[in-house]
């Protein structure tokens, strides 16, 4: 069975960095797309970036681009995402997804099949 495996989430002041990591299991495709994904207490859900296998092509929301970073170990099956000038409005718990069969980079929550568990990150001000 396929598996995602979010973590790397903590409490960091504003300003600070942390990175996540997205392991992927159970799955021999060498061709996916994984977004990263974040739900604030009583806010939707929403997409923050997303990062193609295959060639490497990303996608960010326009609020992280400059401070965010998604990339990919293909070797490991890791997708990471690297935040740096965290603010207080990054708080939310971090989810990571995976599209096998038609793996293209979006934001789009539909288009994803498979979700980790979850990572809280809190940034304090």
């Known amino acids: 069975d396929v598996q995602l495996q979010a973590s790397g989430g903590g409490l960091v002041q504003a300003g600070g960095s942390l990175r996540l990591s997205c392991v992927v299991s159970?799955?021999?495709?060498?061709?996916?797309?994984i977004g990263w994904f974040r739900q604030a207490p009583g806010k939707e859900r929403e997409g923050v970036s997303s990062i193609l296998s295959s060639d490497g092509t990303t996608y960010y929301k326009d609020s992280v681009k400059g401070r965010f970073t998604i990339s990919s170990d293909n070797a490991k099956k890791t997708v990471y995402l690297q935040m740096n000038n965290l603010k207080p409005e990054d708080t939310a718990v971090y989810y990571c997804?995976?599209?096998?069969?038609?793996?293209?980079?979006?934001?789009?929550?539909?288009?994803?099949?498979?979700w980790g568990q979850g990572t809280l990150v809190t940034v304090s001000s």
């Open positions: 997804a995976a599209q096998f069969i038609y793996p293209v980079v979006t934001l789009m929550m539909g288009h994803y099949d498979y």
């Open positions: 159970g799955s021999t495709a060498d061709d996916y797309a």
